[in-house]
């Protein structure tokens, strides 16, 4: 079981004390300068929110984590350079993300509006499966969903073998196909098919974690 966390929004469009980062995330996404920070305990959460984040504020945080909004001094130059390497984030587009109970084990998917956290689709109740197999079913559902609203909208995944399936409009993976797995299998299957029969203009892209920090999509069990 993850260990939870506590996230203090400082600046942004809610500010308070929030319990999980999809919470988090909607307070912070799309605002300009917002300031926010990951706390591993409620009291060091609440202490830190009184006190301010002139105090707290970029302190310890990791590049590309959800630790700290911001960073300044050396830290902000190495993001700045990463930003320029990979570029800004599409807001204009929607994010997958996969949540898993083990790896294999049941699987759950969804994908959300990029800059709101706005929940666009999901599938919460498939049956053995894996995180790539889930984030590529992710991914194909996005492209059917955008190709239904007549959408050109970006799709960001973290996968990469779902990325590299979803070119190859074939998955490659270990999982045995039984009875556990037959659900999954046969959404698979018509993920496959779907790729076969049908075109898109959308652009499918890796989020670029260790720069953006989480996918705005993400579960956050880690």
């Known amino acids: 079981m993850s260990k939870s966390k506590f996230y203090v929004v400082w600046e942004g469009k809610k500010p308070g004390v929030y319990t999980s980062w999809p919470e988090c995330q909607k307070q912070v996404g799309g605002v300009t300068g917002a300031k926010y920070k990951s706390y591993e305990s409620r009291a060091a959460a609440d202490k830190a929110f009184q006190e301010g984040w002139k105090k707290h504020w970029g302190q310890g945080a990791q590049p590309g984590s959800a630790s700290a909004g911001k960073y300044s001094g050396a830290a902000g130059k190495r993001k700045s350079a990463d930003i320029a390497a990979v570029g800004e984030i599409d807001y204009d587009s929607i994010s997958v993300d996969v949540g898993t109970h083990g790896n294999p084990g049941p699987v759950e998917y969804r994908g959300v509006d990029t800059r709101t956290g706005q929940v666009l689709f999901s599938n919460e109740k498939i049956g053995k499966g894996t995180n790539n197999l889930g984030e590529f079913l992710a991914i194909v559902h996005g492209l059917a969903y955008l190709k239904q609203q007549g959408s050109s909208k970006t799709i960001y995944s973290d996968s990469l073998n779902a990325l590299k399936w979803l070119r190859e409009k074939k998955v490659s993976t270990t999982l045995v196909k039984d009875e556990s797995t037959r659900q999954i ?24 974690t260790k720069v953006w920090g989480e996918i705005k999509a993400d579960y956050d069990r880690k």
Do not use: H, S
């Open 185 to 208: 299998w046969e959404l698979i299957e018509r993920a496959e098919e779907w790729l076969r029969n049908n075109t898109y203009d959308n652009k499918v892209l890796k989020w670029q």
